[in-house]
């Protein structure tokens, strides 16, 4: 927790928790990080709900405020917080990917590879497999120097097959076309059994394209307790 306890994870929802992610409506979410004196707030929204979020106030920062303060269990969590003067700053359409993964004797992997979504976490697992992936073929083209073009291929492949189906599973339910079902499937077909899962798992927690289990017509387990929302803080909270 805040003060460095750590406690068993039987306990978890006996205490409010660190890090907190909420849905807003069809599609978008805000999330609540604390760190060591202060709390991360963000909201992300699509471009059909900003004219409701201009109506929320004359100002970026009336605007963001109450449109936090109306979130389930995100408001509960903040209702005592109060909000740093100047520090509300907006973005508009975060995310980005380059048109080369490796360029010259560079390979690009992490944030500098492409930022998806951070809603459902990959970034830290997509960059530790980038690093996997950059090591293995920065080793592989100093013992094979005549190989080096067809190992750099490979490795801007392998990368961007799974940048691609992290991007695909973040989109919005109502977005998910035909095509970009097939396109999942394309991605998928090439993958290990692992990370089929991991894939599956990641549209679990973080109810992002929930029909997409269906879609693709795979087996997939049940990864995580169907948990009401009300669980998620501390009956004394709640």
Known sequence: DKQDNVRPFGEHFEHRPLTFVS???????????????????????????????????????????????????????????????DSVKSIKDYAYKPTKLAVGNSLLIGDAAAFVDPINSAGIVMALYGGYLAAWSIKRALDKPQSTKNILEMFSHQLKLRLDLFRLIAYPGDLISPNLILEVRRILSQLEEREKSFAMTQITLTNRAKNLNELLDLPVSAYCEEVPLTRILPSSAA
């Open 23 to 85: 849905t807003i409506g069809d599609w978008g979410w805000v999330w609540q990080i604390l760190l060591k004196e202060q709390t991360s707030v963000g909201l992300v929204l699509p471009k059909k709900r900003l004219e409701q979020f201009k109506n929320q106030g004359s100002n970026m920062t009336e605007r963001f405020e109450s449109m936090i303060r109306q979130t389930p269990l995100t408001a509960t969590l903040m209702e005592d917080a109060k909000l740093i003067p």
